[in-house]
């Protein structure tokens, strides 16, 4: 075959690819307002800076190799902010995006290449879960020999959207995610209704089992819940910013905005004298970090504690902070499990850390013993004596009883500083007079 024939070849299977699942199935989704697995790329990466790994990849069964461009992965290279970042994009209108053989070795090829590299790498979750029957039968789950395919160590940072349906693989990866976005709409779950129903002879509604109230509210598995797709991928961008590339690198600085000093003037006239009464801990961070550089992580879930990325003087931290604005700023399990894994993220990436302390204790009562709070305690302090970064404890107001450890008192930060406004006790004075005096 000449060599003219060849490029002809190669240029129609590159226009075959680009197609996806075809103008029809693309056309669908603009009309529903949804990004397509390109657009979602060319959003998140820097224009013109895209390099595509696997574009001629099709599935290894002979009777899908002409119905599956690029096997319903997008995968490559690319800049985000000038930064290096790998990804992956779940094309859905190619067999929903399903895995299967060819589209999981390219997954994993990113993976690698990330780790290898020290660059971050994005997923940009929509799939129907694994490909029937491709999965099917002892060869296929031979295949998948591989204990070390789910295995996270964290020497990059991961972004994940969880964009559609979101079954098998993406819940995965959205959850073993560093940071987890989710657009309204979307479901994610270990499998879907349809398939929960026929097991359980039940109907399942997909919203109840995995929407994003389930996984913001309540599993706290999602970090942030936006409306669209684009605002979505502007949140991972957002995220990778006060991030470094991998766990040896320090995060990036930035410019500290005109007038990041002038808040923090007022501050305690924010703060109200009486500790019996509440305010936001939200508007408090805002006067200290760098004007608009506060990044809430998990907002509705654990209310009770504040996590978030920020900045000081340029640098990357990472704030954890009481609300008395919500139960009086006591302690619960799932404020306790949200600061755990903030504290992996923090410790991972080479962020310092601020606690901000305004609390009365743990949260008593029955839903937190069923919930397992006494254990998730002992996990929080635990997993405080392994954070390596720079910690500093600021008591704001009222710090009780064991949370005053769990807040940074006790020699649990490497430095610890009292406003004036500060009070320390096992408990508040009149509880225990009243302990001692009946």
Same mark, same amino acid.
């Given at each position: 075959?000449a ?8 240029d ?13 199935k ?13 657009e ?11 390099l595509?790994?696997?574009l ?22 690319g800049?985000?902010n ?37 660059? +971050?790498?994005?997923f940009?979750g =929509? ?6 029957? #491709? %999965? &099917? ?5 031979? !295949? ?44 994610m ?13 039940k ?17 706290g ?8 797709d ?21 995060? +990036?600085?930035?410019?500290?905005p =005109? ?6 003037? #007022? %501050? &305690? ?5 009486? !500790? ?14 760098d ?106 107001r ?15 930060t490497?430095?610890l ?22």
């Amino acid at each position: 075959m000449a060599f003219e024939e060849l490029i002809k070849e190669l240029d129609a299977r590159k226009r075959k690819a680009l197609a996806m699942g075809g103008a029809q199935k693309l056309a669908e989704r603009q009309a529903q307002g949804l990004l397509n697995a390109r657009e979602r790329i060319d959003r998140l990466f820097d224009a013109g800076s895209f390099l595509e790994s696997g574009l001629h990849g099709v599935s290894s069964r002979p009777e899908d190799k002409e119905t599956t461009p690029a096997d319903g992965k997008v995968a490559g290279y690319g800049r985000v902010n000038g930064r290096e970042v790998a990804a992956v994009s779940n094309d859905f209108t190619v067999k929903g995006a399903s895995s299967a053989q060819i589209n999981i070795k390219k997954l994993k090829q990113m993976k690698g290449v990330a780790k290898k590299r020290g660059i +971050p790498l994005v997923f940009l979750g =929509e799939s129907t879960g694994a490909r029937m029957p #491709d %999965v &099917m039968g002892a060869s296929s789950i031979g !295949s998948k020999d591989d204990p070390y395919e789910y295995q996270r160590l964290r020497e990059v940072p991961w972004a994940a959207g969880v964009l559609g349906h979101c079954y098998g693989s993406s819940a995965w990866y959205g959850s073993m995610a560093d940071f987890c976005v989710m657009r309204k709409g979307a479901i994610m779950a270990v499998s879907s209704p349809r398939l929960i129903s026929m097991a359980t002879g039940k109907q399942c509604d997909g919203e109840a089992l995995g929407g994003w109230r389930v996984h913001a509210e309540v599993s706290g598995i999602v970090d942030q819940v936006v409306d669209t797709d684009e605002q979505a991928i502007d949140a991972i961008k957002q995220f990778l910013s006060y991030l470094p590339g991998n766990n040896l690198q320090p995060p +990036p600085e930035y410019p500290v905005p =005109e007038g990041s000093d002038e808040a923090i003037r #007022d %501050v &305690m006239k924010l703060i109200p004298e009486s !500790s019996n009464q509440v305010y936001d801990m939200r508007k408090v961070i805002q006067c200290i970090v760098d004007r608009g550089s506060m990044f809430e992580m998990k907002s509705r879930f654990g209310k009770t504690i504040i996590t978030a990325l920020a900045r000081l003087d340029g640098k990357s931290v990472g704030i954890i902070a009481n609300n008395p604005l919500y139960k009086g700023g006591a302690i619960d399990a799932d404020a306790c499990q949200k600061v755990q894994a903030f504290f992996v993220l923090c410790d991972s990436f080479n962020i310092p850390i601020v606690l901000l302390v305004d609390q009365p204790g743990f949260l008593i009562g029955m839903e937190g013993e069923q919930k397992g709070v006494t254990g998730k305690v002992m996990n929080w302090l635990n997993a405080m004596t392994l954070v390596t970064v720079p910690k500093i404890s600021v008591i704001v107001r009222k710090s009780y009883g064991l949370a005053v450890s769990n807040m940074g008192a006790g020699g649990n930060t490497d430095e610890l500083a009292c406003w004036v406004t500060a009070e320390v006790s096992f408990m508040k004075p009149d509880f225990g007079a009243k302990v001692v005096f009946g």
